[in-house]
């Protein structure tokens, strides 16, 4: 591994590789908070450069095994631009090849099918603003209607026309997504967005009645968010994070 890692350290920039490690630290995470969904769903991040080129998951690895150096770097089409033993799913980067080549500031784009998130998705009401949390998620929240397996190109304008401007996205009887200036910022809103999903089905288990957050709140939350927690707290929550990691197990940084 060691011998691996300094081959593909070698190869690329010092900024590729600390974009490695950040996204390679994000796939850990996600399994750390069981959001992951064995080999499938995908975390992708653009390399620093000219070039649209990103970063994914190698296509059979477990989140938990994901290193800086088993990251695949691949184009817009999904193909491998840079010699790697491992291959990709490039039916599953249709999503965030869509996001990416549409949103420049959509640096890292992170796709999950977690249990809370596909329960929230199935609802018709959706996200509900019924807790401090879900104010984060819903002061940039779009929605995307399910079209079957996201396997065709002609879906791809209208995601993108769904997703407009925000920052968090449902998609409708599939998932969550949430888009970021880096790995740490698509995380937190991931993290914000997943657990708001999970209190609001806590909450509606209950049977009772469920009091909302009143409109003129909701509507001011944006500025709110960027005041509380300085664009969302993602530099101050993310070497935190990292900690954490280090702590169980700093093989992510291979």
Not at 119 to 143: D, M, V
Request: aromatic content about 6%; hydrophobic content about 45%.
């Amino acid at each position: 591994m060691q011998a691996k890692t300094a081959a593909v350290r070698e190869l690329v920039s010092a900024e590729e590789w600390q974009a490695r490690v950040d996204l390679a630290a994000a796939y850990r995470l996600a399994a750390v908070y069981n959001w992951d969904e064995l080999i499938f769903t995908h975390i992708s991040a653009r390399v620093p450069g000219p070039e649209h080129h990103f970063l994914i998951n190698p296509y059979g690895m477990m989140f938990d095994e994901i290193t800086a150096s088993s990251l695949v770097k691949i184009g817009l089409d999904g193909e491998k631009v840079m010699d790697s033993p491992y291959s990709v799913n490039p039916a599953g980067f249709t999503i965030h090849s869509a996001i990416h080549a549409a949103r420049e500031d959509a640096i890292c784009v992170m796709h999950l099918h977690t249990r809370h998130g596909v329960a929230i998705s199935a609802k018709k009401h959706g996200l509900l603003p019924i807790s401090q949390q879900s104010l984060f998620a819903l002061a940039s929240l779009a929605y995307h209607d399910y079209e079957g397996l996201a396997l065709n190109e002609d879906e791809k304008p209208r995601l993108v026309d769904d997703l407009g401007n925000k920052k968090n996205l449902i998609l409708r009887n599939h998932g969550l997504l949430t888009i970021g200036a880096n790995a740490a910022e698509a995380f937190l809103g991931m993290y914000n967005l997943e657990r708001s999903c999970e209190i609001q089905l806590m909450a509606e288990a209950g049977g009772a009645e469920l009091v909302q957050i009143a409109k003129p709140i909701l509507d001011g939350i944006t500025a709110q968010v960027n005041v509380v927690t300085k664009g969302m707290g993602a530099d101050l929550v993310w070497p935190g994070l990292l900690r954490k990691l280090d702590k169980r197990d700093p093989s992510f940084r291979d």
